[in-house]
């Protein structure tokens, strides 16, 4: 038996009042104090959809609900070299302040931490567990397709044993069950509240808890006020059973990326997202402002639809993969934040080789595969990507410039995001840019996700020997059998081509010097503001 107490690096301060039109799940804070202590975040979207269970795709939205809410467990805070991380591969108590697995691995046993409760003062319990994990089965979606790949098959298997016990049994034992959870999907509710907007209509009280978060708020923040399209303020819990070292968190929404840089360098903002890779060199000398780095798990790849003319021919896709220029991609287009892309399995996942990536800039080749393809020079492919990025539509110039060498023009389709992603989830783009995270630092998981699943294997790819291993190995425990299937999906797949490997974007998070407790969470990449304190308050 294993026990695994909960454990998490924060500061501590007290909560403050501030009150703003157009408020959303607005709960009731202590009064405002002269040394309230805020952080200001420059970020380029407003929220969406706030329903953890099926939330938008949005990375805003789910970056507040994971500061908003609170799951079983959550991800161990290391440091390595000074820098803080939040440990993909390891994980702690969270509501749950311990786990127990059983030897055979098929029953999880959680213990709830004693006298715990919601914002509004009501205990966070099994009963609140349980009712989280009826719901998330009862409306089906992403997080219940997570928990059942991880063997948790229905609400039946999550039994309640007392009021702060909560047993997971599981069909098949699997190391994937952990990294599933970790996440906004599992945010623990509170059935006293979300009962009463459950309605025949809306069984799941969905509508509700789209816009309103008030009285459920199980972890470090409620939201106290948000003004759309302008700002969202989020105030420190006053229930949060932890620790936390700044007293409120605002959200400026300003979609312009050199605005957000400006106001940044001002001291009008403490941190900001998405600042120009273009712009960072120049910051990485300011005295004033930090450039927090990471290698990313993220994915950034060109696909290619294996079921639609010209690229459903193998050799063709080996040559558009010779003729991209990867290197001047990374230095020219992230200015060097970012490393090649190898591999179907991220650099930082466990299995990761580089050992069967073949492709490097090499127009010869390019031009040798295309004549062996039978694909005509002159032929004109469309590459489709969003208007939103900068580095996007930069790429794209780039790729065009090199597969014109070898006798193929690029017509370059900037399309608005909402519409890119509409037809990129039914598999209407022939040729595109696209990204990927995966929550769980699993290769397995990553294979199932981006080259089976009907959500989004989008370059429609078909290998049966892949597909078997992915089916034989996705829960199998056995390190050593899963590390040899793993280097065989990766050297079949690089072999065929489906998409041409691009890089894994750095993570940046630029902030102002003396703000401090930034943790780099590489599994969903988004920033827990809980630790977030500017030097000058003190200790």
Sequence with gaps: MKTKPG??????????????AGAIGVTAAPSQQEDDRTLIIAVPSDIQNLDPTLSSGDPMTQEVLTAVYAYLIDFEVTEENGVMAGDPNNFVGDVAESYEISDDGLTVTFHIRPDITFSNGDPIDA????????????QGGVTAALTQMAAVEGADSIVVVDDLTVEFRLATANDLLFGNMAQFGHSILNPNVVEPHMTDDDPWAHEWLSANTAGTESGAYIIESREPGNQIVLARNPNYWREVANDRIILQI???ASSRLAQLQAGAVDIAYGIST?????????PDITVNRNTSRALQYLGM?????????????????????YDTIIEQVLSGYGVQMTSPVSVGMPTHTDE??????????ARELLAESGVPEGTEITLAIPNDSAEARETAVWVQSNLREIGIEVVIDEMPGAAFTEQLQRREHAFFLHNWTSINNDPFYQFFWLLQSEC????????????????EYMLNTDTAAREEASREVQRLMIEDAPWVFL?????????????DGYTYYSADRYVRYEPLFREDWGG
């Design 7 to 20: 454990l998490r690096f924060l500061y501590g301060i007290m909560i403050a009042l501030l009150t703003l």
């Design 127 to 138: 009963n609140a567990v349980k009712f989280t994990y009826d719901r998330i089965f009862g």
């Design 254 to 256: 300003i979609p312009d």
């Design 278 to 286: 273009n712009d960072l060199p120049g910051l990485e000398g300011n």
């Design 305 to 325: 639809n294996n079921t639609m003319a010209p690229f459903d021919n193998e050799l063709f896709r080996q040559a558009i993969a010779y003729a991209v220029p």
């Design 356 to 365: 069967f990536f073949t492709y490097a800039e090499d127009l010869d080749r």
């Design 456 to 471: 989004c294997n989008y370059a429609i790819y078909e290998n049966q020997e892949v597909w078997d291993l992915i089916g």
């Design 503 to 515: 890089y894994q974007p750095d993570t940046i998070v630029v902030t102002r010097t003396d703000v």
